[in-house]
């Protein structure tokens, strides 16, 4: 079956959202202290964009947990994250986290290389949890947080970091130990696809719980599904679109799956519009783990 064309493919979008993102947070520091430019401020945790701030949830919630009160513009910054998880899910995370962003380039980067690429594209995880751990780890870091009374995602958040060494390098001409957080996240994609952002990240986790009742899912139509699969190997999260996961709490909306399929089983669709809960084939029911 012919593939899609370049900008047909959902992915291709996906990576340009990512990289603008990515150089907006990355470019943000240059303009303040090179040239002035001040229409930009902050980096993902608390970004503004001239008179519009906007904040991370958890890290509005780490704030409210922590001085014991509600902070009205805080309140009012977590407005439209909130919205957008709740309509469309996680899709922070796939579509403008820059450590997402590195993710892809780092797999990129390996593709290039002569038979690891290969082996790289379409590998097996080497270690798996359950996929509850990702609540375990929201809850652990609530707990940490109001026990120290300190906002532990603020410090140590992959995606904030990559911003904040950035802005320490261009003000201050040095970045900090902390980086090695960074480097060690994205090394754990070379043990399972994704390690962290499916099982540890803590803002993940509150983002797909926000999104648990998402308008924009992914239809799995079994009256097309000829039980190949490759969603599955494909899906960065580690779950089964072939069996209706796509439409669970631990999908991204990446798309990955989506453009994936070689007979167009797999589609965006809004809850709104009516969704039938496809059940899977006889034949994926067989294969099923």
Known sequence: ???????????????IFLAVCFIIVIGNPFTNY?????????????????????????EGLES????????????????????????MGRVFCSWMCPIEFLSMVTDKLFGLVP???????????????????LWFALIAELLITMVIGYPMFVWWSPP???????????FYK??????????????????????????????????????????????HLSSKCVGCRLCDKKCPMG?????????????????????????SA???IWRDKGIIQVKSSPILKGNES
């Open 34 to 58: 090179y040239w002035d430019i001040n229409f930009i401020q902050g980096w993902f945790q608390s970004i503004g964009i001239g008179n519009l701030w906007v904040v991370s949830p958890l």
């Open 174 to 219: 040095y970045i900090s130990i902390e980086i090695v957080i960074v480097i060690v996240v994205l090394l754990m994609n070379l043990i399972t696809r994704r390690m962290f952002c499916r099982y540890f990240c803590p803002l993940g986790a509150l983002l797909a719980l926000l999104g648990k009742k998402r308008q924009l899912v992914i239809e």
């Open 64 to 87: 409210i947990l922590t001085a014991k009160f509600f902070y009205m513009p805080s309140l009012v910054g977590m407005v439209v994250p909130v919205v957008v998880a709740v309509l």
């Open 266 to 268: 797999l589609r965006f």
């Open 239 to 263: 779950i089964k679109p072939s069996v209706g996961e796509s439409q669970s709490v631990y999908c991204w909306n990446c798309a990955e799956c989506v453009d994936t399929c070689p007979t």
């Open 1 to 15: 079956m012919a593939k899609k064309s370049f900008f047909k493919r959902i992915t291709v979008w996906r990576y």
């Open 160 to 170: 904030g970091l990559v911003g904040r060494e950035t802005m320490f390098w261009v």
């Open 115 to 133: 038979k690891v690429g290969e082996k790289l594209k379409y590998r097996k995880d080497l270690v798996r949890f359950a996929k509850s751990t």
